[in-house]
C-alpha cells in the first residue's frame, strides 16, 4: 500500500513539473487555432463554449484583444482560413462597441443579461452582427506584431530581442557583447517557456534567432517559435542579468511619504508647542494684571 501511494505521488510530481508545462505551451502545440495575417496575430477558438464576458476574459489572459469590429476591415486572409482549417465552426465573439446602454451602465444603472447584446462576427456571412451576450458561441482574439527590438525581463534576467534576419553568427555575439550582455543559449531557452510565449505573441511564428551554444564561443544554434529555417541571416536574442536593488521604487515611494508625514507632524507639534507657549505666557501676563490690581 505504501509503495503504490508512493508511486502515486511520483507520477504527480512528474505531471506537474513535465508534463502540465508542455500541455501549457501554447507556441507549439496549438497551431491550428494561431493565425498570422497582415501583421497580426489572431487567436481562434471554434468551441461553442463560451460567453461574451467569458471570450474577453480569455483573450485577456494571452495578453490579446478581441477581434474589433470595423466597416473598414475586411479579414478575407482571415476567413478563407477558418473555412478552409475548420469544417465547421460557429459565430465569433468579437468587441463590444459602445451603445447608449453600455453608457448608461457606466452611470451606474445596470441591465439584466437578457436585455443586453454583444457584437459577432457571424458564421454564414462574416458581417458583423448583434445577439444576447450570454449565448455560448467561439472568439477571435487579435494582437498587432512588433516590428523591430525589445527589451524584455524575467525575474533576475534582462533580454535584448531582435526580429530582423540580417546578422550572421559572429555578428550576433559581437553586437552582444558591445551591450555588455551574451548570446542567449538554446539551453536555456528550452525551457523558457514565458520568454517563448512573449515572442509568440509579439513577433509570431516566422522569426528566426540565432543563439548560443553550451561551451562555445564560435557556433550557433537557430530558432524559431515553428523552427523554420529560411535564410542563413537572423535575428538574435541577448540576456544580462539584472542586481536586484535592495530598494524599489515602491519601498522609495514608502519612505518619502513616511519621511513626509513625519516632517509635517514635527512642523504641527512645534507649531502647536509655539501656541501653546503664547497661551501660557497670555495667561501669566493677565493673572499678574489682576494681582497688581
Known amino acids: 500500500m505504501a509503495t503504490s501511494v508512493y508511486i502515486l505521488a511520483l507520477w504527480c510530481f512528474i505531471a506537474i513539473n513535465h508534463v502540465l508545462p508542455i500541455l501549457g505551451e501554447h507556441v507549439h502545440n496549438s497551431h491550428t ?9 489572431y487567436h481562434i477558438e471554434v468551441e461553442p463554449e463560451f460567453t461574451w464576458k467569458e471570450s474577453m476574459i480569455h483573450c485577456k489572459k494571452e495578453r490579446l484583444n478581441l477581434l474589433r469590429p470595423s466597416e473598414e476591415y475586411h479579414p478575407a486572409q482571415l476567413k478563407e482560413y477558418i473555412k478552409t482549417k475548420f ?51 467561439g472568439f477571435i482574439c487579435e494582437r498587432a506584431l ?27 555575439r559581437q553586437l552582444c557583447s558591445e551591450q555588455n550582455m551574451t548570446l542567449t543559449l538554446l539551453s536555456s531557452l528550452d525551457d523558457n517557456f514565458s520568454l517563448k510565449d512573449y515572442i509568440f505573441i509579439n513577433y509570431g511564428a516566422f522569426v528566426t534567432f540565432w543563439l548560443g551554444e553550451q561551451d562555445t564561443t564560435t557556433d550557433c544554434k537557430f530558432w524559431s517559435p515553428l523552427n523554420t529555417n529560411k535564410t542563413e541571416k537572423r ?9 536586484q536593488s535592495f530598494l524599489t521604487f515602491r519601498h522609495l515611494l514608502l519612505i518619502g511619504c513616511v519621511s513626509v508625514a513625519a516632517l ?30
Open 264 to 293: 509635517i507632524a514635527i512642523i504641527v507639534f512645534v507649531v502647536f508647542k509655539l501656541i501653546l507657549r503664547r497661551k501660557v505666557k497670555d495667561m501669566q501676563q493677565n493673572v499678574e494684571k489682576v494681582e497688581k490690581k
Open 33 to 41: 487555432q494561431w493565425f498570422e495575417a497582415n501583421g497580426n496575430l
Open 87 to 137: 469544417p465547421k465552426y460557429p459565430s465569433f465573439w468579437v468587441q463590444k462597441n459602445a451603445t447608449k446602454a453600455s453608457l448608461v451602465e457606466n452611470l451606474g444603472f445596470k441591465f439584466e443579461d437578457k436585455e443586453r447584446r454583444c457584437n459577432k462576427m457571424d458564421n454564414q456571412t462574416f458581417g458583423w452582427k448583434t445577439d444576447k451576450c450570454y449565448n455560448n458561441m
Open 235 to 243: 535575428g538574435y536574442i541577448c540576456e544580462q542579468p539584472v542586481i
Open 146 to 172: 512588433k516590428n523591430g527590438w525589445s527589451l524584455h525581463r524575467l525575474f533576475n534576467t534582462r533580454y535584448y530581442i531582435m526580429p530582423d534576419s540580417k546578422y550572421t553568427c559572429n555578428e550576433v
